[in-house]
């Protein structure tokens, strides 16, 4: 996948989610050690510090790695991108970012500094997160360079929501990089999206995530995703080489996310099933605790 002048890795290891405001050194490590190239962090998630002493760390040549940063709050664009280059150590990032549209007070001065910045070689390319049709429809009416990257966050659930989004990207030649996207399933165990994501699991020998990954990826999008574990690195990259869904798959698991996540409920009572799993001591208390309770009432 082309971005920019750059080839772009259409996986990347995040340092936000869980990992922001935290010492990432060893995981940003243990990703680049299991192949990840491409590694996504921000002035927000405060680690870009450890992104870069990962990156020194590896002793790997600046041109095997795709770095991005994203410009969050507070100083001008230009000022925040030289802090973080500071920070992470390098000379220039393989892409910059506009993490939120209100982050820029005015659409065209702010990106026109965002221009400024490619041009001037602090990084190869541009582009914004969590922007909606409108948003870049209001950018690019005075843009001279399109953004190249639009990273939303995208799953089964929010795909109907999201289709005109994906198809106005298409047609700008802006490609999507989708954060989150496991949430449908980790977040929202039980819903109706888990049938056909199973069903497709069992067909290609494939685990629940990688089907997700490989949903996320028929739709053209890329994949920003972290983990602390190293199976589940080498589980994620391995999508690449798995079979692809087929026609049937990606419809039954679009179907099946038009019609929404579980409810709260049902979620609450399967995160209570699993500690019950997990824990079989805490069943043993819960019923103490509920026979206790009986006994107490009868007994006044």
């Known amino acids: 996948m082309r971005c920019g002048a750059s080839q772009f890795p259409t996986i990347a290891f995040g340092t936000g989610s869980t990992m922001k405001f935290k010492d990432v050194t060893d995981y940003v490590n243990q990703a680049i050690e299991n192949g990840f190239s491409h590694i996504d962090t921000a002035q927000h998630y405060q680690t870009e510090t450890y992104v870069g002493l990962a990156i020194k760390e590896s002793g790997l040549p600046r041109s095997s790695l795709y770095i991005t940063t994203k410009y969050s709050f507070g100083a001008s664009p230009r000022e925040a991108i030289q802090q973080s280059l500071n920070k992470i150590g390098l000379s220039y990032v ?59 966050s995208f799953h089964p659930y929010n795909y109907a929501s999201h289709k005109a989004l994906l198809e106005y990207c298409t047609k700008q030649s802006i490609t ?42 028929s739709k053209g999008v890329a994949i920003v995703t972290t983990s602390r574990s190293k ?32 409810s709260r409920l049902v979620v609450a009572g399967i ?25 107490t009432f009868f007994m006044f």
Request: hydrophobic share 45%.
């Open 231 to 262: 199976e589940r690195l080498q589980e994620y990259l391995a999508v690449e080489d798995l079979p692809p869904l087929t026609a049937e798959e990606i419809a039954a698991i679009d179907d099946a996310g038009a019609k929404g996540p579980p």
């Open 271 to 295: 995160a209570m099933q699993h500690k019950f799993e997990r824990s079989p001591s805490l069943v043993m208390w819960l019923a103490i605790a509920i026979i206790f309770g009986f006994a």
């Open 94 to 152: 393989d892409l910059y970012l506009v993490h939120f549209p209100a982050v820029l007070s005015d659409f065209e001065s702010g990106w026109r500094e965002f221009e400024k910045m490619k041009k001037d070689g602090l990084t190869r390319s541009i582009g914004v997160s969590n922007f909606t049709v409108e948003d870049l429809q209001k950018l690019l009416k005075t843009a001279v360079t399109k953004p190249a990257v639009n990273q939303i």
């Open 176 to 217: 999507v990089e989708a954060y989150g996207s496991l949430n449908s399933i980790t977040q929202n165990p039980g819903g109706p999206v888990d049938a056909a994501v199973n069903a497709a699991a069992k067909r290609i020998g494939a685990t629940p995530n990688q089907v997700i990954f490989s949903w996320v990826r």
